[in-house]
């Protein structure tokens, strides 16, 4: 089973409306969680980041965490086509026999394409 | 600040010759991230270092792979002897004092092994 899974995508969206995209990991432990935007091209950027249970706005943007099913979604309000880029899921995983040293592992992304 | 530099953006070799990639992570920074993505495998860790100390190497493919941080301004990627399967876009990226906070990436390498 890999550490961070989500659906490759695309996932295809009229302008307007609401994206939402998922994530599932495996390490019951993970504490930190984190949706990165990546246009074609162009390196990672980072969107949001949550740490516990329940949702966290940041104006069109919502993360969602559910540690219990190990699941972490983002919703898209009002989507744009701008919007359009690979959304990268990631989650920290604890290092084995590190001394307490994390490292942060991606899914492989899900292609959102927002239709005008 | 410039953010993470990284050089050379594009990177064309053949087989069995030695590439080196580099990276000048954000001043003050304390971890300093290499990755590499592909289609198929997505964004990888190959190595981080904090402080200057290497971490975790455990994504190091294979012994052709080795990293560096000579000092708090400098790393670098080395591949020796390089194969075509290892064309992909290498990223380097730093955060400031942990490496579960906001990571800010390169512009990447493209590497295309001929």
């Known amino acids: 089973q890999k550490e961070v899974e989500q659906n490759s995508g695309p996932l295809s969206v009229p302008e307007g409306a609401i994206a939402s995209l998922n994530c599932t990991y495996s390490d019951r432990v993970s504490q930190s969680f984190f949706w990165y935007r990546q246009y074609s091209g162009k390196s990672p950027e980072l969107i949001m980041s949550i740490y516990s249970n329940g949702d966290k706005e940041d104006g069109r943007f919502t993360a969602q965490l559910n540690k219990a099913s190990q699941y972490v979604s983002l919703l898209i309000r009002d989507s744009q086509p701008s919007d359009s880029a690979t959304y990268l899921c990631?989650?920290?995983?604890?290092?084995?026999?590190?001394?307490?040293?994390?490292?942060?592992?991606f899914g492989t992304g899900t292609k959102l394409q927002v239709i005008p | 600040d410039a953010g993470v530099i990284q050089s050379p953006r594009h990177e064309v070799t053949e087989m069995g010759q030695e590439v080196t990639l580099r990276c000048k992570p954000i001043?003050?920074?304390?971890?300093l991230f290499w990755y590499r993505q592909t289609m198929m495998r997505g964004l990888e860790l190959l190595i981080y270092f904090n402080n200057n100390v290497p971490i975790d190497d455990s994504g190091m493919p294979e012994d052709r792979f080795s990293a560096k941080m000579p000092n708090a301004s400098f790393s670098t990627l080395k591949i020796q002897p390089s194969e075509p399967r290892d064309s992909a876009v290498y990223f380097c990226a730093s955060s400031l004092d942990s490496p579960n906070e906001k990571l800010f990436f390169g512009s990447g390498t493209q590497l295309s092994v001929l």
């Open positions: 001043s003050g920074h304390d971890y």
């Open positions: 990631a989650v920290s995983v604890l290092l084995m026999n590190s001394g307490g040293y994390q490292k942060v592992t």
